[in-house]
T-cell receptor, first 113, second 115 residues
Framework: DAGITQSPRYKITETGRQVTLMCHQT?????MFWYRQDLGHGLRLIYYSAAADITDKGEVPDGYVVSRSKTENFPLTLESATRSQTSVYFC????????????FGPGTRLTVT | AQKITQTQPGMFVQEKEAVTLDCTYD???????LFWYKQPSSGEMIFLIYQGSYDEQNATEGRYSLNFQKARKSANLVISASQLGDSAMYFC????????????FGQGTILTVHP
């Protein structure tokens, strides 16, 4: 499918488990982002990447790890899930130089029990 | 650091009327961009409109317009002729000048359109 996809769309996991959220985009966009959405906070940036093998922390990076070995993929890993990481996670991408566009994936709803 | 403030947790409007959703921002960047996104109950983020800090005219996209007042640091979204399908959460967001396009979001405003 063309565009930006996320998998899984829904996930329930237990406290302490490792879970990986996948993000894939077909446009070969340089920049990719992970946000989390929580009531009362809007969306907050977790990590971002400017290119393959270049990643940096956002506003709320604690407890998360990212990698970007290929331009089109940007997985987000919760190393040891906590209840406070229950949230909706959005992946986004944009092309370098296209400052007014940022395309969002459909989101992953994660529940940590 | 950038900050976006949306002071209206919820707004109501009658169908076919216009509504203004407020957004104020704070940044020390000279170059920045302001966005509005719509999030319907289905959850996806839908881009509505963009305003660059150096754009002299207010941005418009169909029924959406952005009332950009740079001196007041406000970027209000105006929806004209509201439709039932406009009922959704609306987010104001900002991109800084040297931030790789990272977005800072406000808390959102839930808009309900009454028939």
């Amino acid at each position: 499918d063309a565009g930006i996809t996320q998998s899984p769309r829904y996930k329930i996991t237990e406290t302490g488990r490792q879970v990986t959220l996948m993000c894939h985009q077909t446009w070969s966009h340089s920049y990719m982002f992970w946000y989390r959405q929580d009531l009362g906070h809007g969306l907050r940036l977790i990590y971002y990447s400017a290119a393959a093998d270049i990643t940096d922390k956002g506003e709320v990076p604690d407890g998360y790890v990212v990698s970007r070995s290929k331009t089109e993929n940007f997985p987000l890993t919760l190393e040891s899930a906590t209840r406070s990481q229950t949230s909706v996670y959005f992946c986004a991408s944009r092309e370098q130089g296209s400052f007014w566009e940022q395309y969002f994936g459909p989101g992953t709803r994660l529940t940590v029990t | 650091a950038q900050k976006i403030t949306q002071t209206q947790p919820g707004m109501f409007v009658q169908e076919k009327e216009a509504v203004t959703l407020d957004c104020t921002y704070d940044t020390s960047d000279q170059s920045y961009g302001l966005f509005w996104y719509k999030q319907p109950s289905s959850g996806e983020m839908i881009f509505l409109i963009y305003q660059g800090s150096y754009d002299e005219q207010n941005a418009t996209e169909g029924r959406y317009s952005l009332n950009f007042q740079k001196a007041r640091k406000s970027a209000n979204l105006v929806i004209s002729a509201s439709q039932l399908g406009d009922s959704a959460m609306y987010f104001c967001a900002m991109r800084g000048g040297t931030s790789y396009g990272k977005l800072t979001f406000g808390q959102g405003t839930i808009l309900t359109v009454h028939p």
